[in-house]
């Protein structure tokens, strides 16, 4: 992997040194993602709350291949993904991405027990899910097995019976919004309120679009695969178009076997 952007004499150097010899370490990718310290500045979701995206995309603007993000990513990729879950309280995904991707839950990794640690976190980020409406399978290891008890967040006209069947399997839900769906900007109020500050989301298009649309997104950590897919799968986020397009700048670009790991900040 080498570092295209920014460009400075360290860049040199790193791009010599690993050039012809394999990927990076876990640190210096923790590093390089590191979340704005000593604490995060105030994002979009109020102040020392930073919410951060990861997707990827093919080089024609899909989302995913027969519904799922496996086919266009790499190994490269998957090792950027799990030092994001490494670095985050909590991840947030879509009811929807649960039910195509499989989702488990987050589990604990000895390379950065002691980061977390010292960072206050637990052994690995809660997964939390949005669901208006709670269909979900809850004898899934997302909800009977998990290290760190799984979220739901959900409206306050939430099916009572289908909250019940959540709290009984043990996920604690969490409401975030006065009607049946929840709203953006207050769901990452109450995560805040639960302690997670540093929140990941990682989709699906669906709810990614809805956080760019309530201007809740701080960052997006994208990564661009060298594929052609066409058909008609997604982009990474969907839904009503905003009324001014959003302008992000770019913090960091990295490369390894033709996919390049951007990284994006609202300006």
């Known amino acids: 992997m080498r570092r295209l952007f920014p460009v400075t004499d360290e860049t040199a150097e790193t791009a010599a040194r690993t050039r012809g010899e394999g990927e990076w370490s876990l640190a210096e990718l923790a590093e390089a993602y590191a979340y704005p310290e000593p604490e995060p500045e105030a994002g979009a979701g109020g102040p020392g709350v930073w919410l951060r995206a990861n997707m990827v995309s093919t080089l024609d603007g899909a989302g995913q291949h027969d519904g799922r993000s496996q086919p266009i990513s790499s190994a490269a990729d998957m090792r950027i993904f799990g030092t994001l879950r490494a670095l985050a309280d909590v991840v947030v995904v879509g009811a929807e991405t ?33 669901s208006a409406s709670l269909e979900l399978d809850f004898s899934l290891p997302l909800f009977t097995s998990p290290l760190v008890p799984t979220l739901i967040l959900t ?34 109020r109450a995560l805040a309120e639960l ?38 799968a997604q982009r990474i986020a969907g839904g009503p178009s905003v009324g001014v397009p959003q302008r992000f700048a770019l913090v960091s670009l990295l490369e390894e076997e033709g996919f390049l790991f951007s990284r994006y900040r609202r300006t």
């Open 98 to 130: 649960v039910r195509l991707e499989g989702y488990r839950p987050a589990r604990a990794r000895d390379e950065f027990t002691e980061a977390r640690q010292s960072a206050g976190q637990g052994p690995a980020p809660a997964i939390a899910v949005v």
């Open 155 to 188: 409206g306050a006209a939430a099916a009572p019976d289908r909250i019940a069947t959540a709290e009984k399997a043990g996920a604690r839900v969490v409401t975030a919004g006065d009607g049946v769906g929840v709203e953006p900007a207050r769901a990452v």
């Open 195 to 232: 302690g997670h500050t540093r929140l990941l989301t990682e989709g699906g298009p669906r709810l990614l679009g809805q956080l760019v649309t309530a201007g809740v997104l701080d960052e997006l950590c994208l990564t661009v695969s060298p594929m052609l897919t066409a058909g008609d």
